[in-house]
């Protein structure tokens, strides 16, 4: 029986390879970020349905908990509406506050988020450096090695 790790890697690459081929009519020039962005997401649900297989193969059961009494799997899905969320968020305030400065606040607010009950002063001064420099590196593969211009806002 295919594991629910598995299923999902499908869905997610099905998805991934219908959204590319309806670029295809579409200039290709204007779809450089876009066929970046879903190829990584195609190369991730690969790796997903690799580890699938594997934990399958192993007995594991990777990301899911179970419960002790009725030996049930337990999925958190709390994770998913707070990133669901997130990402609402970002959306509405990106055209406001630029790309780089939403996608900078995002980053930290999610892995913030997230794992908020080991939050420090010290892993949160190294969470925003490590914000800051995939931010920089954003920044320079696509404006200068790409040369795509992202979505603009109010402090670019």
């Known amino acids: 029986m295919i594991n629910r790790d598995t299923k999902v890697a499908l869905l997610i690459l099905a998805v991934t390879v219908a959204l590319y081929l309806s670029l295809s009519s579409i200039d290709p020039e204007a779809t450089i970020f876009i066929r970046v962005v879903i190829v990584a997401i195609g190369a991730l649900s690969l790796l997903l349905m690799a580890q699938g297989m594997l934990l399958k193969h192993r007995g594991e059961r990777g990301g899911v908990a179970q ?55 010290r892993k949160g001064f190294v969470r925003i450096a490590i914000a800051f420099l995939f931010i920089a590196v954003i920044y320079l ?16």
């Open 67 to 121: 419960d002790s009494a009725s030996k049930k799997a337990v999925y958190g899905w709390k994770p998913v509406a707070y990133i669901f969320g997130a990402i609402l968020v970002y959306f509405f305030v990106m055209e406001r506050l630029g790309f780089y400065i939403s996608a900078f606040l995002y980053f930290v607010g999610v892995v913030s988020l997230l794992d908020w009950g080991g939050l420090t002063l």
């Open 141 to 156: 593969l696509f404006s200068v090695i790409l040369q795509v211009q992202t979505p603009r806002g109010l402090l670019i």
